[in-house]
């Protein structure tokens, strides 16, 4: 089966920094992604991790464990434009398929 | 380049009609996937097409939804007869397959479906 976990809710203070958190169990595992969605807006690509390790882009990096099951989104420097919905992405079993998980609504507040 | 574009961006339709949403996805991107997103369910994987193939539908919630990949610059999604509970925002998305460098779905900016 496919299970992607992520808390429903987080909320941060401007300049601080929040790790958002995903396990996953999923039929086949070819690279886990981040995505981030404004309200009424599509989601857009936010980070790719396939090997074990950190990638770092800036304020974001994103963190991936295969063997746990594992992966977190770290912001930094939060900013009121960082809240949004975070979504963890797994590719699983097809080589392009993407399953979602249910997202973590981010707020921040100043 | 203009990314994905779907249409319409609002319907408002009557319960029992038929609605068709389209979508034309990113030139040289040769997958293309449909996504369905309520707050219940987040977003759910409907089917997705590879070189106009549909390769899984697995997610198509029941026969009343139907897809079509006519060309490599066209999609449709169709409901009928659509009902209450397909209200949603429907999203369209594509990708280059991985490896190409360019990795990650780019989506287009939804069809919000109210069906009354």
């Known amino acids: 089966g496919q299970n992607i976990d992520q808390p429903t809710e987080m909320t941060a203070t401007e300049g601080a920094i929040v790790q958002i958190n995903c396990t996953y169990q999923t039929s086949g595992f070819n690279g886990l992604f981040w995505y981030q969605q404004h309200a009424g807006e599509a989601p857009t690509f936010l980070s790719y991790n396939v090997l074990d390790g950190l990638e770092e882009k800036g304020r974001f990096s994103s963190f991936l464990s295969r063997s746990k099951g594992y992966s977190y989104l770290l912001l930094k420097e939060l900013q009121m434009k960082d809240s949004a919905s975070y979504l963890c992405a797994v590719f699983s079993g097809g080589y392009n398929k993407l399953i979602f998980g249910a997202g973590t609504r981010l707020a921040v507040h100043p | 380049d203009a990314g994905v574009i779907q249409s319409p961006r609002h319907e408002v339709t009557e319960m029992g009609q038929e609605v068709t949403l389209r979508c034309k996805p990113i030139?040289?991107?040769?997958?293309l996937f449909w996504y369905r997103q309520t707050m219940m369910r987040g977003l759910e994987l409907l089917i997705y097409f590879n070189n106009n193939v549909p390769i899984d539908d697995s997610g198509m919630p029941e026969d009343r939804f139907s897809a079509k990949m006519p060309n490599a610059s066209f999609s449709t999604l169709k409901i009928q007869p659509s009902e209450p509970r397909d209200s949603a925002v429907y999203f369209c998305?594509?990708?280059?397959?991985?490896?190409?460098?360019?990795?990650?779905?780019?989506f287009g900016s939804g069809t919000r479906l109210t069906v009354v």
């Open positions: 030139s040289g991107h040769d997958y």
């Open positions: 998305a594509s990708s280059a397959p991985a490896g190409r460098g360019d990795y990650g779905y780019t």
